[in-house]
């Protein structure tokens, strides 16, 4: 996500680097190759012109402090510039009522079937909403089975008509079983087509008109950059949506839509969508991104990640056997299974500062583990309990069954030698062991 943007800013800072204070002459080619920057990621001449203006214009009017220098003045300003330009702050969907409504709409291809289930396993599992997801997509083969696939995957149950074909009926008998059942929310998943018409615009409409939903979210694929503000433009002449999720971000380098459809709809952009995982769906929060996009990291959104797979109980469990030096193989695969839970392996380590452009080139597999989990499954009970039993015709035979090298056993168990010895020195630190007394309480 937005790595072409990222190195392309970069190199427009170093434009200014060494220079003593900002002037009108050193940063014009600065704000010249930042504009640049911006159309090669697909935002519109519109935009990057305003916003290259008003950098322009903020930068004239700062006093350097004799601490900063004038590339890292430029910098903030730039990312402040960038955190507006998004929305500055993260805007919620509003899922009260009796029950709740949500309807998505968007281009079909857009993610709208697999972004609701997503929706629906992020209400339920971060609000605690018992959620009904309705099938309203009438048209497309398979788009009820899909969906039915996906409720039983995110364990919500799915509303369904067989065999009728007016979504109307459909979305208005779904909110009546909501209703009678104590279901808190209803997330209606719309048809879509291939390009906007009249037929679809007005189908959309009756929906929203027959139910009365308290969020309408439009669905964009973020890869169709400019068409996406486009399209975004057009729905929302119609619907007049409460705001935007983008999907398929990890298949788009450049970031254009992004940074410009808040801009031209005046609607917050609410979640972004990457992958097929269920879990893949973050809240948008413009100043977080704009850290990502100049090379900041994200800390908070890597830390909230990680907090979604805590479990109080288990950390209290593992920190005693951290301490008596009791962890095993067996919390070593737990431990593995939690940080695949997170999501993509590289997505994860460029949320830390300055690692993004260390790894920009390197290719993480997100299979990298398996090899690591099919030495640990091939060993006995006894041995992922008791490392230090697994002599060399022990290590010879979970090689074989795991389909590995003796090297390869021999560097994870060194690996774990190493990790364990660390988590042992982290379970005795005091402040360590405060925080865990505090979080018993």
Avoid: W
């Avoid at 919620?92 to 009796?98: H, M, P, R, S």
């Avoid at 097929?276 to 977080?288: C, G, Q, S, Y």
């Amino acid at each position: 996500m937005f790595e072409n943007l990222i190195e392309r800013l970069e190199s427009s800072f170093k434009l200014i680097k060494g220079q003593g204070r900002i002037t009108e002459v050193n940063i014009s080619e600065t704000l010249k190759d930042i504009r640049r920057a911006l159309l090669d990621a697909d935002v519109s001449y519109k935009i990057a012109k305003t916003f290259c203006d008003e950098v322009k214009q903020k930068a004239l009017g700062q006093d350097v402090l004799k601490a900063v220098r004038p590339e890292q003045m430029m910098i903030k300003i730039v990312h402040d510039e960038l955190a507006l330009l998004m929305g500055s702050e993260a805007s919620d969907i509003n899922v009260k009522g009796n029950p709740g409504i949500v309807l998505v709409s968007g281009l079909q291809g857009s993610g709208k079937t697999t972004l609701s289930a997503k929706l629906a396993l992020h209400c339920k599992s971060k609000r605690g909403l018992r959620t009904l997801l309705v099938a309203g997509d009438v048209y497309r083969p398979a788009a009820i089975d899909q969906l039915k696939v996906l409720g039983e995957q995110v364990g919500v149950d799915v509303y369904s008509e067989e065999g009728v074909k007016d979504p109307v009926s459909i979305a208005k008998n779904a909110v009546k079983k909501a209703r009678s059942e104590g279901y808190s929310l209803v997330i209606i998943d719309t048809a879509g087509r291939l390009a906007i018409d009249k037929e679809m615009m007005d189908e959309i409409s009756a929906i929203k008109s027959a139910v009365n939903p308290t969020e309408t979210l439009f669905v964009v694929d973020a890869m169709t950059g400019q068409d996406a503000v486009e399209t975004a433009r057009a729905f929302n002449e119609v619907l007049d949506f409460d705001g935007v999720v983008l999907t398929k971000m990890d298949g788009d380098t450049r970031g254009g839509a992004a940074l410009s459809i808040k801009a031209i709809v005046n609607k917050p952009i609410k979640f972004i969508s990457s992958g097929e995982k269920m879990e893949a769906l973050d809240v948008f929060h413009p100043t977080r991104i704009a850290d990502r996009i100049l090379g900041m990291g994200d800390v908070v959104s890597l830390v909230e990640k990680a907090q979604e797979q805590y479990d109080e109980e288990e950390a209290r469990k593992l920190h005693k056997k951290m301490a008596r030096n009791q962890f095993n193989l067996d919390d070593f695969y737990q431990q593995i299974q939690q940080i695949k839970k997170m999501g993509n392996i590289k997505d994860l380590a460029s949320m830390l500062p300055g690692v993004g452009k260390a790894i920009r080139d390197v290719d993480f597999d997100n299979n990298s583990f398996k090899g690591v989990e099919a030495i640990i499954l091939s060993m006995t009970p006894y041995e992922r309990e008791n490392p230090s039993v697994i002599n060399g015709s022990r290590r010879k035979r979970i090689a074989a069954g795991s389909g590995t090298s003796m090297a390869e056993v021999n560097r994870l168990l060194k690996q774990f030698d190493g990790t364990r010895k660390m988590m042992k020195n982290l379970a005795s630190n005091p402040m360590a062991s405060r925080m865990m007394r505090k979080k018993r309480r």
